[in-house]
């Protein structure tokens, strides 16, 4: 039996079950300030999986860029979120709404 297909499914599903509380936890404390960093972490994961050879640790390495890619729509939506009191304001810092 083949398994790699079976587990680039469950990578994909904790790859992206990881980056929902990094982005609450990032807007929550920074706000949407770092958004380029997650363009840095998705543009290096493009970048490297176009070079590797292997396909599952390439389509690994696709999510994760695609993840973070996703995480800059998700850190603006999240402020959003705040905004209309779904999520906690983080006290210690100034919001400009």
């Given at each position: 039996m083949h398994y790699e297909g079976l587990?680039?499914?469950?990578?994909?599903?904790a790859i992206i079950g990881?980056?929902?509380p990094i982005v609450v936890k990032c807007e929550y404390y920074t706000g949407t300030r770092l958004w380029w960093v997650?363009?840095?972490?998705?543009?290096?994961?493009?970048?490297?999986?176009l070079f590797i050879s292997h396909t599952f640790w390439a389509s690994l390495l696709g999510v994760?860029?695609?993840?973070?890619?996703?995480?800059?729509?998700?850190?603006?939506?999240?402020?959003?979120?705040?905004?209309?009191?779904?999520?906690?304001?983080?006290p210690k810092r100034k919001y400009d709404f």
């Open positions: 587990l680039i499914g469950i990578c994909t599903f990881i980056f929902h997650f363009l840095v972490l998705g543009l290096v994961g493009t970048v490297a999986a994760f860029a695609f993840s973070s890619f996703w995480t800059i729509k998700e850190l603006f939506e999240q402020k959003e979120r705040v905004k209309k009191g779904w999520f906690p304001k983080n």
